[in-house]
């Protein structure tokens, strides 16, 4: 079952007290592929991201994993249908050890050995994790918590990596390490969903993307296509 499968959602809307934020979006990753939702600020990404797994409920909408209909999976179960999840902002235990954290992220699963093997391969991936794996996590560096956030993600072993804004806040030289461990992992054929406001950075690693605007899909298309585009290179690469 550890093949990857195609995420599906189809007709999500989001309301806040009768407010929309999100309104009948729709969208797929193909196994293996990147897919971007770029967006200014208040567009609806993350609540676009949030319905998809289950931690703001839904007016309308449908998710599906290959044949699995996941429109009724609670957010704590999507990680065992392997969809896991960086919260924009991060979210790690400051007052835990580094790799006390990243064993957190293994929850969902029994420790075994397949656990080291994973945390080995999550220091492969961020050397600079290893070296601080006893230092709390509150006192690394915001693109250092960033790494640990992914990594945290990827203890579950995900077949789908969805992303927050994992950008927000890091220098241009940390969002271009973030850039580099995301290529990393699409190379080794991870799916990856990506929202960000850096569109530069999306291009980057994208085959896909989604610009969404007050709520709604305003382009879609190939990352190619979209930064080639005249609006697109205005308004969200400020070119
Ligand atoms: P950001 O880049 O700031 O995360 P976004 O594109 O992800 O922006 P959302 O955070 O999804 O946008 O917000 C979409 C709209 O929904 C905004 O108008 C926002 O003010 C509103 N909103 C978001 N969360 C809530 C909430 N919990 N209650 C009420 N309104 C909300």
Redesign the pocket.
């Known amino acids: 079952a550890d093949t990857v499968q195609r995420l599906s959602v189809e007709d999500l809307s989001v309301h ?2 009768g ?1 929309r ?1 999100v309104g009948s979006v729709g969208f797929t990753v193909e196994p293996g592929e990147s897919v971007g939702i770029i ?1 200014a ?7 676009t991201l949030k319905a998809l797994m289950g931690l703001v409920p839904r007016s309308a909408g449908r998710i599906r994993l290959g044949e699995h209909d996941l429109t009724r999976v609670k957010a704590r179960d999507m990680v065992r249908h392997g969809i896991g999840y960086v919260p ?1 902002g991060r979210h790690v235990f400051p007052g835990l050890p580094v790799e006390k954290n990243l064993l957190l992220g293994a929850y969902s699963r029994p420790w075994d050995k397949d656990t080291h093997r994973q945390l080995e391969e999550v220091y492969a991936l961020f050397p600079v994790l290893r070296e601080m794996r006893e230092r709390l996590a509150g006192a690394l560096s915001g693109g250092q918590q960033q790494m640990l956030a992914i990594g945290r993600a990827l203890m579950t072993r995900p077949r789908l990596l969805v992303l927050d ?1 994992p950008s927000m806040g890091l220098s241009p030289k940390l969002v271009g390490s973030i850039l580099d461990v995301l290529r990393k992992l699409r190379e080794e054929g991870l799916s990856l969903l990506l929202v960000e ?1 850096n569109a530069t950075l999306t291009f980057g690693v994208t085959s896909h993307c989604i610009v ?1 605007e007050n ?1 709604e899909i305003a382009m879609s298309g190939t990352s190619a296509q979209l930064s080639h585009d005249p609006r697109v290179r205005e308004v969200y690469l400020g070119l």
């Not at 600020?41 to 609540?47: I, R």
């Open positions: 806040y007290g407010v934020a967006g600020n208040g567009a609806g990404k993350t609540s924009e804004e406001q969404m709520g």
